[in-house]
């Protein structure tokens, strides 16, 4: 029973197009994050919920627009996708604020 | 701001050598530290953490000090096996009430047979 899980796992999409990631957790955690890593391997954080209330939102370009309907649940839509979005993105959740985020497995998405 | 610096990768290594992954870090006040370990194809996972100064942290066979007269929170293991290779992620706690793991830039660790 996977504790995160992200879909899809690839995206390959052309410039413009706008594009949906969805994140589930069966943790009960009350904490999700959205992190962006590129090719490099460099994380770094987008957004996080706490019990559906956005708490972060790291300069992203509007562009990217977060929703949480419940707690469960953090997806991720991007309008107008250009060449840069190319990354994996990863999905994470904790127990309240411990630091101890548990990851999902990435959307590796792919911008032509 | 809060900042983590690890050392440049890739790393590589035989079988049984001794590992040292250096990570220094930039904070104000008293941060949590964090290594995760990133399986090929997989995400992040937490390895183990320090959450005062002079705490280890230790898992399967890894263990790392909080420093503070350093800032240093090192990654060390005495015999590594072909199943460590992986990235490891240095990471802090941000205190600010935001609540956010700060990573470093990640160290790509290769174990030869």
């Known amino acids: 029973d996977t504790a995160v899980s992200q879909t899809p796992k690839y995206l390959v999409t052309q410039m413009g197009n706008d594009k949906s990631i969805k994140c589930e957790q069966n943790l009960g955690h009350d904490t999700m994050y959205w992190y962006k890593q590129d090719s490099k391997k460099f994380l770094k954080i987008m957004f996080s919920y706490n019990n559906k209330e956005l708490i972060i939102n790291e300069t992203v370009p509007n562009r990217f627009s977060p929703k949480s309907p419940d707690k469960a649940h953090l997806n991720l839509h991007i309008n107008s996708l250009e060449l840069g979005d190319s990354a994996v993105y990863f999905c994470?959740?904790?127990?309240?604020?411990?630091?101890?985020?548990?990851f999902g497995e990435g959307s590796r998405l792919t911008v032509l | 701001g809060n900042s983590v610096t690890q050392m440049e990768g890739p790393v590589t290594l035989s079988e049984e050598a001794f590992l040292t992954i250096n990570c220094t870090y930039t904070?104000?006040?008293?941060?949590?530290l964090f290594w995760y370990v990133q399986y090929p194809g997989e995400g992040l996972q937490l390895l183990l953490k320090?959450?005062?100064?002079?705490d280890k942290g230790s898992n399967k066979g890894f263990e790392a000090t909080y420093r503070k007269e350093t800032t240093s929170f090192h990654l060390e293991k005495g015999s590594v096996q072909v199943s460590d290779s992986a990235v490891y992620f240095c990471a802090l706690s941000d205190q600010s009430g935001a609540q956010k793991l700060v990573f470093g830039q990640g160290t790509r660790l290769t174990i030869n047979p």
């Open positions: 904070a104000t006040g008293y941060p949590s």
């Open positions: 994470a959740s904790s127990p309240r604020y411990t630091g101890e985020l548990f």
């Open positions: 320090a959450t005062k100064a002079d």
